[in-house]
T-cell receptor, first 110, second 116 residues
Framework: LAKTTQPISMDSYEGQEVNITCSHN???????ITWYQQFPSQGPRFIIQ???TKVTNEVASLFIPADRKSSTLSLPRVSLSDTAVYYC???????????FGKGTRLHILP | DADVTQTPRNRITKTGKRIMLECSQT?????MYWYRQDPGLGLRLIYY???????NKGEISDGYSVSRQAQAKFSLSLESAIPNQTALYFC???????????????FGPGTRLTVL
């Protein structure tokens, strides 16, 4: 399974766009990139998933360059409620024994 | 997610006791998982099951056992609890690969276990 590296923590302000980058140099051909969000004392919640280029949904965008060795989760116009831990995961969509790392603790300031 | 429930939500026990954590799901998913989370750390996979007859060890299975009683139920047991098993435990489910566009796991609310 590909190992991921992401910043331990980030701070931002309400109304800003936040970009969290994840490195996954050993990503395999069959691997997808998935991001989860976790609030304190709750289970993680799926945010977005992609394979290449750009994926956008109502919550976030995911940018994946051509070499797929990194990805960037973009949260537009964050609010205080976006304060959470964000996990980047890489894994085969068929054999989905995915591995959660320590994630990025995002703190949104007023 | 209300479709994935865990019981109990909180449990305090003593070293050496046998503990069972239960997970039930109404999503009709084939795949179920047990994770533990320690303060400041990410989730670590304990066991996972792709169907009733398929159970696999995860990263940290030592000291734990599981039972998949039915498609909807997946139990985690600590045969003889020890203090370093104090953690937040999450159950999750997912659809069989290929049935949905995204490979998404749905998590329960968690069980906070304290072993004294």
């Amino acid at each position: 399974l590909a190992k991921t590296t992401q910043p331990i923590s980030m701070d931002s302000y309400e109304g800003q766009e936040v970009n969290i980058t994840c490195s996954h140099n050993n990503i395999a051909t069959n691997d997808y990139i998935t991001w989860y969000q976790q609030f304190p004392s709750q289970g993680p919640r799926f945010i977005i998933q992609g394979y290449k280029t750009k994926v956008t949904n109502e919550v976030a965008s995911l940018f994946i360059p051509a070499d797929r060795k990194s990805s960037t989760l973009s949260l537009p116009r964050v609010s205080l409620s976006d304060t959470a831990v964000y996990y980047c995961l890489v894994g085969d969509i068929v054999d989905d024994k995915i591995i959660f790392g320590k994630g990025t603790r995002l703190h949104i300031l007023p | 997610d209300a479709d994935v429930t865990q019981t109990p939500r909180n449990r305090i026990t003593k070293t050496g006791k046998r503990i069972m954590l239960e997970c039930s799901q109404t999503k009709g998913h084939d795949r179920m998982y047990w994770y533990r989370q320690d303060p400041g750390l990410g989730l670590r996979l304990i066991y996972y099951s792709f169907d009733v007859k398929d159970i696999n060890k995860g990263e940290i299975s030592d000291g734990y056992s599981v039972s998949r009683q039915a498609q909807a139920k997946f139990s985690l047991s600590l045969e003889s609890a020890i203090p370093n098993q104090t953690a937040l435990y999450f159950c999750a489910t997912s659809e069989r690969a290929g049935r949905t566009m995204y490979n998404e796991q749905f998590f329960g609310p968690g069980t906070r276990l304290t072993v004294l």
